[in-house]
């Protein structure tokens, strides 16, 4: 299966690490005993300075890029913010993310949304700080790079083909994936991007980010702060995220599956050089009227 993970990716799924899933015994619909490989899900306590913020349930990998995407994508860490330290104990399950100055956290616990993500994601202060006077780059995105993208990421040995229960968020630039994180939640995996893009001071705005998940208005806030100007997804949208995507000028694509997709923000950045007939489709799936 190695031979399956693209080439120049950074980081990969690693369905094999035996302390991101559990074998658990079970039956099957006739009554025969199953065996089933499950994806764990650990508690991850951060730390901002001397501060408890929040205890997220996670696969556990790479929980510093976890704790500093977190921080970023709440507000609560700014890109300008001089982090001096960012310690992991796997013991307690705990990271301590420590700058030079003291930031504003304390203001921003004191208003919480919840929001639509799966494993309850939380969203600390007002959702849509940071969006008044935000302008994205106007980077073109290929069509034919978004038919490679697709072929690559849903080939590429994973968490979600092993087990299943997870979710999956790619960082790509053109036709090359680059990271590829998964996590129970997707919110999760978009945390974990912000934390390596900050961490390796990754400029965002020729990138494009690929989900498993739902476009939903988390999902559109996030990747507008971190100032990736496209999202593309297998899934569906939400009215909300839509109307956000429009409002930023965030290229949207999702349901994008074989040979389909649907663009409904930010079409003035495809640059339709392939064509969809040549592509290899998938089969259509039966599904209720209006379904994502």
């Known amino acids: 299966m190695a031979n399956l993970i693209p080439p120049g990716i ?10 991101l899933t559990r074998s658990v015994t079970g039956t099957d619909h ?16 951060i730390y901002l300075n001397a501060r408890e913020i929040v205890t997220a349930m996670t696969i556990g990998d790479h929980p510093e890029y976890l704790a500093l995407g977190f921080l970023l994508n709440q507000g609560m860490l700014k890109r300008s913010d001089q982090v001096t330290r960012v310690d992991y104990d796997e013991e307690v399950e705990t990271v301590v993310v420590r700058t030079a100055q003291q930031t504003n956290h304390e203001d921003k616990l004191a208003r919480k949304t919840r929001t639509s993500g ?7 202060g007002d959702m849509m700080e940071g969006l008044d006077g ?11 790079h978004l038919y490679a993208l697709s072929h690559q990421i849903n080939r590429t040995p994973s968490l979600y083909l092993a087990a299943g229960a997870i979710h999956g968020t790619v960082l790509c630039r053109d036709a090359q994936p680059l990271i ?7 919110h999760n995996a978009v945390d974990k991007i912000a934390g390596w893009m900050f961490s390796e001071t990754e400029t965002p705005g020729d990138k ?12 559109v806030i ?24 429009r409002q930023v000028g965030l290229t949207l694509i999702g349901r994008m599956k074989g040979q389909r997709f ?19 489709d998938e089969p259509r799936k039966s599904a209720r009227k209006g379904s994502a």
Do not use: N
């Open 180 to 186: 590829y994180m998964e996590d129970v939640g997707r």
């Open 222 to 245: 996030k990747t507008a702060l971190m100032g990736i100007p496209t999202l593309v997804s297998r899934s569906g949208f939400t009215a909300w995220g839509v109307e956000i995507a």
């Open 10 to 19: 950074r980081i990969a799924p690693a369905p094999d690490d035996p302390h």
């Open 30 to 45: 006739t009554g025969a005993p199953i065996d089933l490989a499950v994806v764990e899900e650990r508690p991850l306590t």
């Open 208 to 219: 494009i980010l690929y989900t498993t998940g739902r476009l939903t208005s988390e999902m």
């Open 134 to 144: 935000l302008t994205l780059p106007d980077t073109p995105v290929r069509t034919s």
């Open 118 to 124: 799966c494993a309850v994601g939380t969203v600390f």
């Open 262 to 280: 649907v663009c409904l923000s930010g079409e003035h950045r495809l640059i339709r050089d392939a064509d969809p007939a040549a592509q290899a």
